[in-house]
């Protein structure tokens, strides 16, 4: 079992900058180094499928789709167990619930979500 819960969220301007983080508890950790677990963040804008923005694998490696590389960043801090996304460079269509995501021992886990909207 894995609790995440999201902040960071909030209405900034384009150009501006944002970091989100998730914290991670729950059953599934105790014992378990943080940084072994896949995570992601997730973006959902209104009428629009959930898209995923970043990810960061057990050995470390992120990936990115093409809309958000070289603004986004995702990273971690295992002592803290905590993730977190530093966006960059903001844009209107960066808007949406922004959640965070691990699967544990066959689940999925979400959390609630944190809203960020960026105003042109």
């Known amino acids: 079992q894995v609790q995440l819960v999201e902040s960071g969220g909030g209405l900034v301007q384009a150009g501006e900058s944002l970091r989100l983080s998730c914290e991670a508890s729950?059953?599934?950790?105790?014992?378990?180094?943080?940084?072994?677990?896949?995570m992601g963040w997730y973006r959902q804008a209104p009428g629009k499928q959930r898209e995923r923005v970043a990810a960061?694998?057990?050995?470390?490696?992120?990936d990115y789709p093409d809309s958000v590389e070289g603004r986004f960043t995702i990273s971690r801090n295992n002592a803290k167990k905590t993730l977190y996304l530093q966006m960059n460079s903001l844009k209107p269509e960066d808007t949406g619930v922004y959640f965070c995501?691990?699967?544990?021992?066959?689940?999925?886990?979400w959390g609630q979500g944190t809203q960020v909207t960026v105003s042109s």
């Open positions: 729950g059953r599934d950790l105790i014992g378990r180094v943080f940084s072994t677990f896949s």
């Open positions: 995501s691990t699967t544990s021992r066959g689940h999925t886990y």
């Open positions: 960061i694998y057990s050995g470390g490696s992120t």
